[in-house]
């Protein structure tokens, strides 16, 4: 059996009406549970409960994360409080008694700030509300930049952003290329000239608000699961000014040993050597793929078949990278998330193909290929879902 190839619209696509689906959050076993934390783990069962399902009541809630009435009620109180959860109104029915006040999220009451750094030219960002709904955008060109001067783009796309949003500010979730630290430095992204750049903690302190900083193609990754329906083992290809890759398996994020889990950018692809790329090998797999080399040979090609030469090879090198990791995860699916006027089409399909030689179609047939439905704003929703996780605990 093939690959299965399944196409989905890239630029201009929005969440749209998706549900959200959880991820699993991996905790750390041994630690001892204090009251505090027992009381901020209710809390977020709370606020998760609701954000899953609106509407409902305080013996609904107590029912459903298995609390007592007393307990819903105070943390409820706190909740309202903080202005978290809202009371909509009785619920209307034809039970027996008081009829009972439902509850919700507050879920425009609060902002979500989420910037996409893995565009060749541009830094992207949006504000969202809690459901991940975008309610503006901003971006800033930053061709040739890097360095100290890339971080302080990010800083200025911050504060345009943090200017227009009309809610509280919840947190801000920053996606960006290369290797991140759990503390989210930039351990290393070759393409900015970055060696640990502490970019989490300059924009908190720059701005004065929660931020998470996290691997592009990580956060990706989480939108995907989240609101893409993507498949519980799955792996997707971030393409963009670089090429990285977050890996799902059992539904959780893959960090690896040194945050580097699916930093497939960087390694070499065939023996045949290749073009120099920043980190300073050759033959890397973001020298066939990396948008800015991919378009500059495209833009060079002679002809039709020319182009689709080219696309047809970035897609085999893009195979010949995968086939181990899908083999030995046996993973489920495979998404691409880039411009679709490129990884659609001529270089899916030789990917598929690649992938379909190099693995076993015993165990690996019913694979499924397919570019992302969230398009451009897949960063900015994954960069929701992270802020969501960090300060509500909603997972």
Known sequence: MRPKVATGAEEGTQRGGASFRAVSVATRSGARLLPEHARAHNRSLVLQSLYRAAGLSRADLAREVGLTRVTISDLVAD???????????????????KP????????????????????????RGAVTDLDGTVLHREQLDVQGVS???AVDAVSELLDRLVASATSPVLGIGVGSPGVIAANGTVLSAPNFDWREVPLQEILAEHSGLPVQVANDANVAALAERSFGGGDPDMILVRVGRGVGAGVVVAGTVVQGARSAAGEIGHVVVGTDG?????????????????????????????S??????????????LGIA??????????GEVVLSGPLDLL????????????????????HGDLTLRMTTLGRDIVVLGAAVMVLTGQLGVS
């Open 322 to 331: 995968l086939a181990p990791v899908v083999g030995a995860l046996n993973l």
């Open 344 to 363: 659609d089409g001529t270089l899916i399909s030789s990917t598929a193909e690649t992938l379909r030689n190099r693995t076993m179609a015993v165990f």
């Open 274 to 302: 290749g073009a120099q790329c920043a980190c300073g090998k050759e033959g890397c797999l973001e020298t066939w793929l990396a948008i800015p080399r991919l378009q500059a040979r495209i833009d060079g090609a002679a």
């Open 79 to 97: 909740l309202i409080a903080e202005n978290l959860v809202i009371e909509l109104g009785v619920r209307n029915d034809a039970r027996p008694g």
């Open 100 to 123: 009972a006040t439902l509850l919700d999220i507050n879920r425009t009451g609060f902002a979500i700030i989420g910037i996409d750094l893995s565009y060749d030219s541009i830094f």
């Open 304 to 317: 039709a078949d020319d182009r689709d030469r080219i696309l047809a090879e970035a897609g085999e090198r």
């Open 147 to 149: 360095g100290t001067a």
